[in-house]
């Protein structure tokens, strides 16, 4: 997995320059993919990303469709690899003439599609946090980016007395890179980091790591591992006597869904930080809830990214409609102050940077399975890609 060039700025784009779309919006519908890994290590996650997605596309078309055009979905696996993430983006866009793509969550596998969407000048919502330090004119990121996520989740275990910590992550690009910053953080925060491990993607024997990390005596430990490493690697922590009183965890990528394949028994008191959870107490995600679970299942959770999903078919939508028009250099015109009323919350896209803002949130995992907030940032954050508000982070985008 690529481990550099994560801190360079990607805000050049084709400008419309690009081979004209084939995007075809003769008839009474309009094709749009969806681009997730339904295989892999990181099915565990993907899978219900896909699933928020259809929810989202069958709500629009029941309502009357995008401009009045129904959605047509053309769905592919990106497998857990960006190689193939990359393949399948260029098949979307040139072969099935989407008029946008959803989907994507491992920053390898973002990197891997970004030069595909600026060559062709098409649109990708990307719905998952990550660790910031880009922005492209042809991705919306609809996830959390750095100052919405890791920052409040520093602050608030600073805001805790926690004066040390250990650093467990994925060996890819955003653990890679959430770590750096992490580290400036620390070092301007009077925050010892006892230790930086890495495993990669897939990897289940975390003995070695979790004895590292007991040995360290840290206060608390900062989780980057994506995928169902989690789920190796949270049971090894509990086999360790290893506990959320004694040394908590706080995980940027296990939201409900993950609870319930690592074992709610072996979270249950870890914290997390996010933007949303199931159990937010609101109508709009009431709403979102019930629909959801009314589809797949009572039995099933809502999450993080899948709701960063869900609501960025409903900012496209806005988008369109704004403009009048499927075309990606018209749609971005439009994009600046669009908002929804999502269930996380209002949220509003920045035109200048295509995030969006958001409110953070850090939860706990609770004997139910289900994260509950301890804390809510009360108000969206305005998203801050390059930390440029940070004195500590000088340096840190290249």
Not at 311 to 318: E, G, H, I, N, Q
Not at 338 to 358: Q, R
Request: aromatic share 10%; charged share 20%; proline share 4%.
């Amino acid at each position: 997995m690529a481990t550099s060039a994560c801190g360079s700025r990607t805000d050049t784009g084709s400008g419309g320059t690009a081979a004209k779309s084939c995007v075809d919006t003769s008839g009474d519908s309009v094709k749009v993919g969806f681009l997730n890994s339904l295989s892999g290590t990181m099915a565990i996650s993907e899978k219900t990303v896909f699933d928020s997605l259809k929810l989202a596309a069958d709500q629009i078309n029941a309502a009357g469709g995008v401009n009045g055009k129904k959605l047509s979905v053309v769905s592919e696996d990106g497998a857990s690899e960006p190689t193939v993430f990359a393949e399948k983006a260029t098949k979307l866009i040139s072969s099935d003439c989407v008029a946008a793509v959803f989907g994507g969550w491992t920053s390898s596998s973002r990197k891997a599609m970004l030069p595909v969407f600026e060559g062709a000048n098409a649109l990708l919502f990307y719905p998952v946090q990550y660790e910031g330090l880009e922005s492209s004119p042809n991705i919306f990121y609809t996830g959390a980016t750095t100052n919405q996520q890791i920052v409040p989740a520093l602050d608030y275990l600073k805001e805790k007395g926690v004066k040390s910590l250990f650093l467990v992550g994925s060996d890819y690009v955003f653990p890679r890179t959430a770590n750096k910053i992490i580290q400036a953080y620390a070092k301007a925060n009077g925050i010892e980091v006892k230790g930086e491990e890495y495993a990669p993607l897939g990897h289940t024997d975390f003995a070695t790591i979790v004895n590292k990390v007991k040995g360290s005596g840290s206060a608390a430990v900062f989780n980057t591992l994506n995928g169902d490493s989690n789920v190796a690697f949270f049971k090894e922590y509990r086999n360790a006597g290893l506990t959320a009183a004694a040394m908590p965890v706080v995980s940027v990528s296990i939201a409900e869904e993950e609870v319930g394949g690592v074992g709610v028994d072996n979270l249950v008191g870890q914290l997390t930080a996010w933007n949303y959870y199931q159990t937010i107490d609101s109508p709009a995600n009431k709403t979102f809830v019930a629909a959801f679970k009314e589809k797949y299942g009572q039995g099933r959770v809502t999450s993080d990214p899948m709701e960063a999903a869900y609501t960025s078919l409903f900012l496209w939508k806005s988008m369109v409609e704004k403009a009048n028009s499927f075309t990606p250099d018209d749609v971005k015109k439009a994009s600046g102050g669009v908002s929804h009323d999502a269930p996380e919350g209002m949220v509003t896209v920045n035109g200048e940077n295509h995030h969006i803002a958001k409110t953070a949130l850090i939860g706990k995992v609770g004997a139910d399975g289900l994260i509950h907030t301890e804390w809510s940032s009360a108000k969206p954050i305005e998203p801050d890609p390059f930390l440029k508000g940070y004195d500590w982070a000088k340096g840190l985008a290249g």
